[in-house]
């Protein structure tokens, strides 16, 4: 009986308790409070539903629903604030199980609540249940604003493969709450993996087609949807090829008369289909018979008149060309005397664009360069040293043409203060026709064997031609160039990432005599423990090859790199195209962001916008952005800062926080901004930058206080702090920005050196022959910190001129001659007070 009884008695019990609060609480439905009877008051509350994470969309409100036994007060906690009691929706039930009371409370969360919240919190409620023991606590429920945004951040390019080749389209959807999904369609019709698995999704919503089929042939689309709304990408076009196969080849075919035998093969296995390529290689081979299969010939008399004949026009035709030769090469060596006088040795070459100072100078060259004829071409007039009125002769082209005076005039040499004039006839030319015509970021100029130096002025790039490095005799005109990222494709794979400017020196092919000096910036953290660095060079088919691996460098290969905290001094024997590639060992792996915050110079709207830009802390880059906001008639508001982002794989996050609630409010939706990792690490968009809309309450609202946060998620950060007037400085981006750097584009001859070039051989000589006490190019490598490339000077035949040449690339502008000096004393040697003659003296 007492076990019959126990459960009856509380029932009755529970049913007088719901008698009682129906006339203890009349009217009370939205009150969430009620005594519990004595029988229950020793249980904790337990939760039977708690709330859920929930999205709002569009303008529709959520429900969040909290089911509690047994129960006395149940509440809702909103971001940490009590919802008022009015707001809740009461429900009283019996557990018919348990026998227990069950108490379920309901509120409402409308979009313009979860709006007001701003920062890195998001809007969250929990649900608090007492009874006369205790209280408990359930699960925190976040409320979201649903939204998908309309522009994929990456969508599939089209391509051209070649049958059985691996295909990756890649697509990364727009951004999202909460996270979209992500399908592809061929030429409209799903595609599913499952049933054909010929098809992979990866992980991060990319296509992989394993090999591709001729029916793979057609528009591909990503498509992207999520609560609120469905996206489709651009379609891509995938066109699968087949190349031309080669039969084997037939037999050999009997020899015939003329001692010879033939074979033949056909481009039919595959034939080429859908713009394939033809077969590569010969179609028809002969080869010469043996003495026992060709038939044999008999030989008369005249024969032998007929070969004594050829033989003797043989000979004939062989003394003429080598007269031909001796006439040749004795003008040429004339000419090349003619060039190569005194005058040049001891002045050198005038900078380009400068006047001489002194007028029996005039005849010194400052020539533009002419890609447009094989031959060497130079401005102005060459005279006889010896006779005023001699003659100068040349057979062998229109080269020179003489003039009244007894001079001659050169073609193809004359200045154009057209920059573009060059880079019309550079494009020409067969291997040039792919270089962009970008003037801005080219320079260009014309050199002998005393050498120069090219700079594109605020990109960090520059080049120095030692002396002789050009062979004496010749000229060579010579450009460099700061590729586009759009215009030239690098393949990166894994984790590899772009870390310089794509630079391309020229013509390809010149000879040269040592090496010259590329200087770069790059945006490593320079530290080789973490990465494994390649120079990559374009080669002459446009494909990318490896030709260097940082801290692996070989003395006898062509190139060598001193890598260095924000740049990269290349020396390379060949000209080219070059990119310094970056692949991380570790997550520890980090490269130099350049975080750059711009707005609008004028703002007559209630709308304002900040522009954060994030790019690779290279100056070319800095100085492509602020070119595009020069234009856009935008406003530099707080000094560059730089940001050390790894190879987490984790995003970059962007927010705004702190401002003036009472004068300003955020127009974002979501509480940051987010870039994704992939975007910033392959480094082949330039322009990576986010924009914060705020909007004022007035129009006499102008001072603006905020901070602005960015950071790398379990990364480095950083807080920008804001405080300025957006009316009183309206000034667009400043000039002086873009004119940091204004020294010439092209210097030739001594004046691109700060060392003379006497005292430059004389230093050479003395330190070139190893001394005992080590006071040789050892020690001037040692006191310039230049130690570990010690092996790389010591192949060079003059291993000081190689380290002089490094000292002249790394310290063109900052560079202190008496500083040099110095070491040079310090070594003891008594040339280093040679440094510091003047330049009459010498």
Not at 394 to 410: A, I, R, W
Not at 420 to 446: C, E, H, I, W
Not at 721 to 735: G, H, P, Q
Not at 759 to 778: E, F, H, T, Y
Request: charged fraction near 20%; charge should be negative.
């Amino acid at each position: 009986m007492p076990s019959l009884l126990g459960p009856f008695v509380r029932a009755t019990l529970l049913a007088l308790w719901l008698i009682a609060s129906s006339f203890t609480c009349t009217g009370s439905e939205h009150a969430a409070t009620a005594s519990l009877p004595a029988a229950f008051s020793d249980l904790l509350p337990h939760f039977l539903v708690e709330p859920e994470d929930e999205f709002i969309v569009k303008n529709k409100p959520v429900m969040l629903t909290c089911r509690s036994t047994p129960a006395t007060q149940i509440y809702f906690k909103c971001n940490g604030e009590w919802v008022h009691q009015d707001d809740h929706l009461i429900e009283r039930t019996v557990d018919p199980a348990t026998a227990l009371p069950v108490m379920q409370v309901t509120i409402e969360i409308t979009r313009q609540q979860v709006e007001k919240v701003f920062g890195l919190d998001e809007y969250w409620c929990q649900c608090v249940a007492w009874s006369t023991t205790g209280t408990q606590k359930s699960q925190k429920s976040y409320i979201r604003i649903a939204y998908l945004r309309k522009n994929f951040e990456e969508e599939p390019q089209g391509r051209e493969v070649a049958l059985d080749q691996e295909v990756l389209l890649r697509c990364h959807p727009p951004e999202g709450v909460p996270q979209a999904e992500v399908e592809w369609q061929r030429n409209e019709d799903l595609i599913d993996p499952g049933s054909d698995p010929n098809f992979f999704l990866t992980a991060d919503h990319n296509l992989v087609i394993k090999k591709a089929r001729l029916a793979d042939t057609g528009n591909y689309t990503c498509v992207a949807k999520n609560i609120v709304a469905r996206r489709k990408s651009n379609s891509a076009t995938v066109l699968v090829y087949v190349d031309g196969g080669w039969t084997e080849w037939s037999k050999w075919s009997p020899c015939g008369a003329d001692c010879s035998m033939w074979r033949s093969r056909e481009c039919t296995q595959p034939s080429p289909g859908t713009g394939g390529k033809d077969c590569q290689g010969l179609d028809l081979q002969s080869l010469n018979c043996t003495s026992e299969q060709c038939p044999q010939m008999v030989s008369g008399a005249e024969d032998v008149a007929l070969y004594v004949g050829m033989v003797a026009v043989a000979l004939c035709l062989t003394l003429l060309l080598i007269i031909v030769v001796l006439v040749y090469r004795r003008k040429k060596e004339g000419l090349d005397a003619d060039v190569a006088d005194s005058s040049i040795l001891t002045t050198g070459f005038q900078p380009m664009g400068i006047k001489p100072s002194k007028p029996e100078n005039s005849h010194l060259l400052t020539i533009q360069p002419d890609l447009t004829t094989t031959t060497t071409s130079y401005q102005g007039t060459l005279r006889s040293r010896h006779d005023a009125t001699g003659k100068f002769t040349l057979t062998n082209g229109p080269l020179l043409d003489p003039l009244p005076n007894g001079s001659h005039t050169l073609h193809n040499g004359k200045l154009n203060p057209d920059p573009s004039d060059f880079m019309s006839r550079l494009s020409t030319q067969s291997y040039f026709k792919t270089l962009p015509r970008d003037v801005a970021n080219t320079s260009y100029g014309t050199f002998n064997f005393l050498g120069g130096r090219l700079t594109i002025p605020n990109t960090g790039v520059s080049m120095l031609i030692p002396p002789e490095a050009i062979p004496r005799g010749k000229i060579y005109e010579i450009y460099l160039t700061v590729q586009r990222k759009e215009d030239l494709r690098l393949p990166l794979a894994g984790c590899q990432t772009l870390l310089s400017p794509v630079v391309s020196c020229g013509p390809p092919g010149v000879v040269l005599s040592r090496p010259v000096i590329l200087s770069m910036d790059q945006c490593s953290d320079a530290c080789l423990d973490n990465w494994a660095i390649r120079l990559k060079k374009q080669s002459y088919e446009g494909t990318w090859e490896d030709v260097l691996l940082m801290g692996e460098e070989l003395v006898s290969e062509p190139y060598y790199c001193q890598l260095e905290a924000e740049t990269c001094q290349l020396f390379t024997e060949q000209l080219g195209t070059f990119a310094l590639v970056g692949e991380s060992l570790h997550m520890g792996a980090a490269k130099r962001l350049r975080l750059v915050l711009f707005s609008d110079a004028y703002c007559s709207t209630l709308e304002y916008n900040i522009r954060v830009y994030c790019m690779d802390d290279t100056q070319d880059v800095f100085k492509e952005v602020m070119q595009m906001e020069r234009q856009l008639g935008g406003r530099l508001i707080d000094e560059p800062h730089v940001l050390l982002f790894k190879d987490s794989y984790h995003n970059l996050r962007l927010s705004i926080h702190d401002m003036p609630q009472a004068h300003w409010r955020s127009k974002l939706l979501a509480g940051y901004q987010e870039i994704p990792f992939y975007h910033i690490w392959n480094g082949s968009q330039r322009y990576l930058h986010c924009t914060f809309t705020l909007e004022r309450l007035s129009l006499s609202t102008c001072e603006l206080s905020c901070q602005l946060c960015v950071w790398q998620v379990e990364g480095e950060g950083q807080s920008i702090s804001l405080d300025f007037n957006i009316a009183k400085d309206t000034r667009a981006v400043d000039s002086e920005f873009l004119l940091m750097d204004t020294n010439a584009t092209a210097l030739a001859g001594p004046s691109a050196f700060q060392i003379p070039y006497l005292i430059r051989q004389k230093i050479c000589s003395s330190l070139d022959a190893p001394c005992p006490n080590g006071a040789d190019w050892r020690m001037l490598a040692q006191r310039l910190k230049l130690e570990r490339h010690m092996s790389f000077f010591a192949s060079k035949s003059s291993p000081t001129s190689v380290i002089l040449d490094l000292w002249e690339a790394q310290h063109f502008h900052s560079g202190n001659i008496n500083q040099l000096a110095t070491v040079m004393a310090d070594i003891g040697k008594q040339e280093a007070m040679i440094f510091l003659v003047s330049d009459g003296e010498c």
